[in-house]
């Protein structure tokens, strides 16, 4: 019996020693190195500028910051044959949006385990890069935080950072879609139906600007106990064979000049400009 | 024979058009089979697919054409989840998809395209 019990605690801590640490030193694997030199070497470059590269995000790593969305930058830096010099540049960005968010996330009172911190830790750098600032997402863990009730976890507040840069990529209020998403996280949201809450709201994002929604009522029905799938019960039960109501590439709209020309009346005086909210998107 | 001459020029000109714009571009569909990608390129001599799926390779997920439409044409199988997406024409050529569920920046000046897998879409 006394063996046994002596058999489990060994093979417990073994686990756990076994285990990596939160925040514990990260490397480019080996094999991840020799694919990224063969691509860049493919594409015309030289292997000293991929190893620059990988030795910035080696760097990340030795702080415990996760490599995997780095090397993945990478990668498509050099895939789409953009200078070293170039894709150097936004992997200093995205380690500088990774150190902020695994500071936040250590600041978090329930850290959870390395793969989990890892992944929360990604999801909100990515919420930092589309937009989302320190603040807004300092806000978002206050106004969560219910009296006597349980801190947001570290995926929630990822979740809801992620959530809240959709919002604010729709130029919809920043202040109220914080709001919105500390009432979820409140309400016992998963971390991926805040993404997808805040994606739907930019998906909608006219019918808000237009008043035919508002932030201050969604949060509202939240407080009430709608639950995610009411609330997205549109696309939840889309037909599969049926896209999203898909986006055009800004990029690619056509511009007011393509249209045909009308002459102008020549005694008309010139329009102002109109405000940048209300341009159609 | 100058008439002739036009009007076939002329019904030439007005088949390719309609055809071009029959289809116009497609999102990226959902389906039981993966999710089909169609991208309209006439002039292209391949089209690939490439993405953070397939660690944004231009090889791995080439298109076919379908017909003679300039539509190309994959069906991918996904896991759930955002996947980020651009096409690549005659292997060198990056185009941003032109309809998609969602953009992001690329951080390079470029727009990846979203296609979003959710786990009850399949």
């Known amino acids: ?38 691509l860049i070497v493919d594409r015309g470059g030289r292997a000293e500028d991929a190893d620059a590269l990988i030795d910035h995000a080696n760097a990340a790593g030795a702080k415990g910051l996760p490599v995997t969305p780095l090397t993945n930058k990478i990668r498509e830096g050099i895939a789409k044959g953009h200078e070293p010099a170039r894709i150097d540049a936004l992997i200093q960005q995205l380690t500088g949006h ?25 999801l909100l750098a990515d919420a930092f890069f589309s937009g989302v600032t320190g603040d807004e997402v300092n806000e978002i863990r206050r106004l969560s935080q219910a009296p006597g009730g349980a801190p947001i976890s570290p995926d929630g507040l990822a979740g809801a950072a992620k959530g809240l840069s959709f919002i604010k990529e729709a130029r919809l209020s920043a202040t109220e879609g914080a ?69 055009r590439d800004p990029a690619t709209r056509p511009e007011p000049a393509a249209r045909p020309e009308r002459p102008r009346p020549p005694d008309r005086p010139d329009r102002p400009e109109r405000p940048e909210a209300t341009r159609t998107r | 024979m100058r008439l002739r001459v036009s009007i076939a020029l002329m019904a030439a000109a007005c088949a390719s058009w309609s055809c071009a714009t029959a289809t116009g571009p497609t999102p990226p569909v959902v389906t039981p089979a993966g999710v089909r990608f169609v991208f309209e390129h006439g ?33 991918v199988a ?45």
């Open chain 1, 1 to 38: 019996m006394i063996a046994r019990r002596a058999v489990t605690a060994l093979a417990v801590v073994a686990c756990a020693l076994a285990a990596p640490a939160p925040g514990a030193a990260q490397s480019v694997p080996a094999s991840e190195r020799e694919a990224l030199v063969r």
């Open chain 1, 98 to 122: 990774l150190e902020s968010a695994d500071r936040m996330i250590r600041d978090l009172p329930q850290p959870p385990g390395a793969a989990g911190r890892e992944a929360s830790v990604t």
């Open chain 1, 179 to 247: 709001a919105v998403m500390s009432e979820a996280a409140r309400g016992g949201f998963r971390s991926l139906d805040m993404v997808d809450l805040g994606r739907e709201i930019k998906r909608r994002e006219r019918d808000f600007r237009e008043g035919r929604a508002t932030l201050r009522a969604l949060r509202e029905a939240i407080a009430r106990g709608s639950r995610p799938e009411q609330l997205l019960r549109e696309r939840r039960t889309r037909n599969t064979d049926r896209p999203a109501t898909p986006r």
């Open chain 2, 43 to 75: 002039d292209a001599r391949s089209v690939a697919l490439a993405g953070s799926f397939n660690q944004w390779s231009i090889s791995s997920h080439p298109m076919s054409r379908a017909g003679s439409s300039g539509a190309w044409t994959a069906v």
């Open chain 2, 78 to 122: 996904l896991p759930p989840g955002e996947h980020l997406f651009m096409y690549v024409v005659d292997g060198a050529r990056w185009i941003s998809p032109p309809l998609a569920e969602d953009y992001s920046d690329d951080g390079f000046g470029a727009r990846n395209g979203i296609v979003v897998v959710r786990s009850n879409d399949r």
